[in-house]
Nanobody, 125 residues
Framework: QVQLVESGGGLVQAGGSLRLSCAAS????????MGWFRQAPGKEREFVAA????????YYADSVKGRFTISRDNAKNTMYLQMNSLKPEDTAIYYC??????????????????WGQGTQVTVSS
C-alpha cells in the first residue's frame, strides 16, 4: 500500500511563492505517474499538474501554466510543486496523487489510485 503525505502549505501574500512536497512511503514511486489537484471551498476538485514516472513529461492546467512547476526526485520518493506568482484564486487544499500507469500523464482524478490527505494553501490579496 502507498501512503502519500503532503507538506509545505501555508499562508502567503499574492505574488509570493510556496513549494509543496509529496512524500511517499510503503512503496517506491519511481515507476508511478503522479499529479497535483486542488479543491477550493464550494468548488469541485480540479487538476493542477501531472508528471510521468521519469519526469520527462509534464502537463499543467491553463490556470497555472507558467507559474507552477511540477517535479520529482525518485531517489527521495518525493514529488514537488513549486508555485510562484501566487494569486488569491490559488487558495485551496492541494492534494497529491499517484498511479501505477507511470508512462502516462494523468489529468483526471478518477485515474489515480492513491491520494494524500491534502495541505492548505491560502493566498491573501
Amino acid at each position: 500500500q502507498v501512503q502519500l503525505v503532503e507538506s509545505g502549505g501555508g499562508l502567503v501574500q499574492a505574488g509570493g511563492s510556496l513549494r509543496l512536497s509529496c512524500a511517499a512511503s510503503g512503496r517506491t514511486l519511481s515507476t508511478y505517474a503522479m499529479g497535483w489537484f486542488r479543491q477550493a471551498p464550494g468548488k469541485e476538485r480540479e487538476f493542477v499538474a501531472a508528471i510521468t514516472w521519469s519526469g520527462g513529461t509534464t502537463y499543467y492546467a491553463d490556470s497555472v501554466k507558467g507559474r507552477f512547476t511540477i517535479s520529482r526526485d525518485n531517489a527521495k520518493n518525493t514529488m514537488y510543486l513549486q508555485m510562484n506568482s501566487l494569486k488569491p484564486e490559488d487558495t485551496a487544499i492541494y492534494y497529491c496523487a499517484a498511479d501505477r500507469k507511470g508512462w502516462k500523464v494523468l489529468i483526471t482524478g478518477s485515474e489515480y489510485d492513491y491520494w494524500g490527505q491534502g495541505t492548505q494553501v491560502t493566498v491573501s490579496s
